[in-house]
């Protein structure tokens, strides 16, 4: 879908980055919802063209039964600025791979390790999956990063 980029390296998708213009596309191709993950993604982002009028059902989401080894992403929204992300495979030795910008309007999936710099003041919006398990549990730094 035009205005989505996967990012990939060796196969695996390192980030999904959702342009700030991914809106104008899906109204031009008249869909009113298109998903910008893939179906394996923990986080699933949809991209929604809703007209006036438009009513979803009420419901409630069922919850998984047991997950193990559930992989850890995060999705940031660019409300203002610009942002470099880098991004890392754990696969090479905790490598830098690629390197990309977002700005005001985008979104990106992080499915891989990363740093960020912001090149801009910038105010965004983060999500990831909790409970929160503590910094310590949370986090491990590549082993050959010299940030």
């Known amino acids: 879908m035009s205005g989505v980029e996967n990012i990939e ?10 342009r700030a213009d991914v809106s104008k596309v899906l109204e031009g191709s008249g869909e009113k919802l298109k998903f910008t993950t893939p179906d394996n993604f923990p986080f699933q982002v949809g991209v929604h063209n809703w007209q006036d009028g438009l009513v979803i059902k009420p419901h409630f989401h069922n919850p998984f039964k047991e997950l193990r080894n559930f992989p850890v992403q995060e999705f940031f929204y660019v409300i203002s600025g610009k942002v470099r992300i880098d ?8 490598a830098k791979v ?6 005001t309007g985008d979104s990106i999936v992080l499915n891989t390790g990363h740093g960020m710099e912001s090149l801009e ?17 949370e986090k491990r730094f590549p082993v050959n990063c010299n940030a």
């Open 9 to 18: 390296h060796n196969g695996k998708i390192l980030a999904v980055v959702i």
């Open 87 to 94: 991004l890392y495979d754990d696969r090479e030795n905790d």
């Open 98 to 103: 690629y390197e990309v910008i977002v700005e």
């Open 121 to 137: 003041p910038a105010k965004l919006i983060e999500l990831k999956q909790g409970p929160y398990r503590g910094r310590d549990v």
